[in-house]
């Protein structure tokens, strides 16, 4: 017998010539295998009837015992035994492939259960204002920890969805996008908040996401960006262009915008890094933008003065967030998507007084009009999704981008 590279192999009596504190653990392995087998989809109650599992399970298990444990072996038998296994590898890999990008099933099984339920579409923001109006149209069932940080889990446009918080800067949301990617069931990961744009109040779905002090450009997800394109057309609400100012002082006089609201699409969303590799803590009890607790649930405020949006096609966009984010998102192939709108730029009625003098002014402003797209993206994907036979959820579940997104596009422009 010769091994895979070449060299003698084992006698046929290995498994009792190995030393005896290996035994135990084989024998764990391969009872562990077999239940895991048979309890994978597809293989249920027909291929047990069948008589299947029996020899299928045991082939996979012995021959990848032998392999961990030992050099491959290759002999008189080889042959059904490494076509069994090569068959079951295959037969196996789209459940892996679709494992490594969360969510098994692909974007449309985050609509398939009643209550929420695995998989899930993440939804993350930096600082709790900019999370809020997500939460506020949520139907948040329970909350759950993850890497010691709190997330809601509820229900958005029918859709299962975890709702969290990044914390603000680069660090901070590297490490949590890692955190809660590393959760294994998220089918989907969009961005809500803020960011300097050309114009106040302007939402910006960008098509290049990159870090200042990087070269790498990262790209939002084909088929959650065309469904973006096909939610702008039907908005929950208006977007917002009037707001009081302060927003948080009660008497506050309602300053409006010199521009109507725009949903763009395309040009560079540019992520720095202003505190030097170092994260910025956010403080208990800090409020809405540097607090660390979740936003509580409740009731989205009345807009005032809403317009129903136009689309360009080109914008340019700076946060401190997205790039980070959308890292991590691509290490672990899980489709991505950014929505940012515009807390600072032009169209301020009150002067060009720049950063952090505006943003201090229309934050909540620019977080109403980044959750509204945010929420539309979401039950755009619901109402996908309730199309079972649909081969754009087919698509998806394969992870053909490009022609899941097509089928999109061509819905709807018919």
């Known amino acids: 017998m010769i091994d895979a590279d070449g060299h003698g192999g084992e006698p046929a009596d290995w498994q009792e010539r190995l030393p005896r504190e290996f035994q135990p653990h084989m024998a764990a392995r391969r009872e562990g295998a077999k239940r895991q087998f048979a309890n994978l989809p597809g293989v249920g109650e ?13 082939a996979l298990t012995e021959t990848a015992s032998v392999c ?6 290759f002999g008189r038998r080889s042959w059904p035994v490494a076509a069994v296994l090569t068959a079951g590898v295959a037969w196996l890999s789209p459940f892996v492939a679709h494992a490594r990008g969360g969510g098994g099933r692909g974007l449309c099984a985050t609509a398939a259960a009643e209550h929420s339920a695995p998989p899930y579409v993440a939804v993350v923001s930096a600082f709790p204002a900019e999370l809020a109006p997500v939460v506020a149209a949520t139907e948040i069932e329970t909350t759950v920890q993850i890497a010691g940080r709190s997330f809601y889990v509820g229900r958005l446009g ?11 800067g680069l660090v901070n949301a590297t490490n949590r996008a890692h955190d809660l990617l590393a959760h294994g069931q998220i089918a989907g990961l969009l961005m809500s908040g803020t960011a300097g744009t050309h114009h106040i109040g302007d939402v910006v779905l960008a098509s290049d996401l990159v870090e200042s002090d990087r070269k790498r450009v990262f790209h939002p997800n084909a088929a959650l960006f065309a469904l973006a394109q096909r939610a702008a057309t039907a908005l929950p609400e208006p977007l917002e262009r009037c707001t009081p100012v302060p927003p948080r002082s009660p008497d506050a006089p309602v300053v409006c915008l010199l521009f109507d609201p725009t949903v763009i699409f395309g040009g560079h969303d540019v992520s720095a890094d202003p505190f030097g590799g170092r994260t910025f803590p956010c403080m208990a009890g800090g409020g809405d933008i540097f607090g660390c607790e ?16 136009r689309q360009t096609s080109t914008a340019d966009v700076e946060d401190m967030e997205t790039a980070a984010v959308a890292r991590a998102a691509a290490r672990r192939r899980v489709p991505f998507l950014a929505v940012r709108a515009g807390s600072d730029g032009a169209g301020d009625p ?9 943003f201090f002014d229309y934050y909540r402003l620019a977080a109403h009009n980044a959750g509204d797209v945010t ?21 998806l579940a394969a992870r053909r981008w490009r022609s899941a997104a097509k089928r999109i596009a061509a819905r709807s422009n018919g």
């Not at 961990?68 to 072996?73: A, D, E, I, L």
């Not at 029918?158 to 603000?168: D, E, H, N």
């Open 294 to 309: 979740l936003p509580a649930p409740a009731v989205s405020r009345t807009t005032i003065d809403g317009f129903e949006p």
């Open 68 to 73: 961990h444990r030992t050099t491959c072996v």
């Open 375 to 395: 929420r539309a993206v979401i039950a755009e994907l619901g109402r996908l999704a309730r199309d079972r036979s649909s081969r754009t959820c087919r698509l």
């Open 350 to 358: 009150l002067g060009d007084r720049g950063f952090p003098a505006q």
């Open 158 to 168: 029918g859709v299962s969805v975890l709702l969290g918080l990044t914390g603000i």
């Open 46 to 58: 027909a291929t047990r009837a069948s008589g299947a599992t029996q020899p299928v399970w045991r």
